[in-house]
Structures are given as structure tokens and as C-alpha cells.
């Protein structure tokens, strides 16, 4: 057991270091859904309000599109600690790619029952360009799939251990809801399907 903590403490450090290394630098610029992020989370912190004046906003409504709420305001205490810059914008993506590789291990642990192979997927994951790609700049959809795992987890811990991890799960799949657009079609399917 000790081992397999130690080996997924490892994935967890490299994982890190993958997403976190030149992470102001590599994509080269914030992109224009970036910054509106980002001067959305600056605004929040500064005055409560969005870039329009809306106090604590439900949806951002930003140039031509409307944006989910969840990832700015998980920018708010980066911002804060580390002021206005690429590295703070896009941070809170970078740590939610970082922790999925621990979390994608206990969902699949306690989905499978199978430690090894929840140890492969947690494996796959830190290398998985993709979602190195996604960790490295702010994404919505990464945060949704944070998310997902996280109530996904708690769901099926409240399939095998009782109906207690009922509200845990619920919350993060509530909150995974309010990440990508495509979550408010997946979520519900996904309850229906396992109840």
C-alpha cells in the first residue's frame, strides 16, 4: 500500500512538474479567452463586480459569448497572491491538472477495485498530451472534468458505502455544472444512468 502512495506521490510530482514548468511561457501569450478570464477574476477581486458592472455574476457575458463562472472565480486567490500576470491566470488550471492525477487514481480505485490498474490510468493521465495541453493555459473544460472526477468519486463512494457521500457529490457535480457548457447535458445523463 505504502508503495503504491509513494509511486502515485511520484505521478503526482511529475504530473506537476509537466504542467507547472515554463508555465508563463509555453503557450507563448495568453489567448483572448485568457484574458477575459483573467480581467474578469482582477475585477472581481478588486470591486466584487464583472467588466460590466454585474455584482458576483452567475454567467460572464464577454465579447460575443457568455462564460461560465468557476474558473474565474478560481482565479480570484491566485490573482491576489501573485498579482496580475500570465503565470496567475493561468495557475488554477495548472493545479486542477496536477490534482486529477491523484483523484483519477481513487475514482478508479473505488470504481474498479483494482489498484494496479487505477495506478495505470493515473499514469496515463500525468503523460497524456492532451490534458498537459489543456493544464497549461486557462481551461474551462479542464475544470470541468476536475470537477467531474471529484463528484464522480463521491458518487460511486455513495453507491458502495451509503447514502452519507450523497452530498459531497452533489456539490462537485453541481459545481462541474457551472465550468463547461457541455457538463449540463453529460451530469444529468450520468445520474439517470447510475441510479
Not at 47 to 66: A, E, H, W
Request: aromatic fraction near 18%.
Amino acid at each position: 500500500m505504502k508503495k503504491i502512495f509513494l509511486l502515485l506521490f511520484l505521478l503526482t510530482c511529475v504530473g506537476g512538474f509537466l504542467r507547472f514548468y515554463h508555465l508563463t511561457s509555453n503557450p507563448p501569450s495568453l489567448n483572448i479567452d485568457e484574458v477575459a478570464y483573467g480581467y474578469d477574476a482582477y475585477s472581481i477581486l478588486k470591486t466584487g463586480r464583472d467588466q460590466y458592472g454585474n455584482f458576483l455574476p452567475l454567467f460572464f457575458k464577454s465579447v460575443g459569448d457568455y462564460k461560465n463562472p468557476i474558473l474565474i472565480y478560481s482565479m480570484v486567490p491566485s490573482i491576489y497572491l501573485f498579482g496580475l500576470n500570465e503565470f496567475s491566470v493561468r495557475f488554477s488550471s495548472a493545479l486542477a491538472g496536477t490534482l486529477s492525477i491523484p483523484l483519477l487514481y481513487f475514482l478508479i480505485s473505488s470504481v474498479l477495485k483494482k489498484k494496479k490498474i487505477a495506478l495505470l490510468g493515473s499514469m496515463l493521465i500525468t503523460i497524456s498530451p492532451w490534458h498537459i495541453y489543456y493544464s497549461r493555459f486557462a481551461s474551462d473544460h479542464l475544470m470541468g472534468l476536475f470537477f467531474l472526477i471529484i463528484g464522480a468519486w463521491f458518487f460511486q463512494k455513495m453507491l458502495d458505502q451509503g447514502k452519507l457521500w450523497w452530498i459531497l457529490s452533489a456539490f462537485f457535480l453541481s459545481i462541474s455544472v457551472y465550468t463547461y457548457h457541455s457538463q449540463r447535458v453529460f451530469i444529468p445523463l450520468f445520474v439517470l444512468a447510475d441510479c
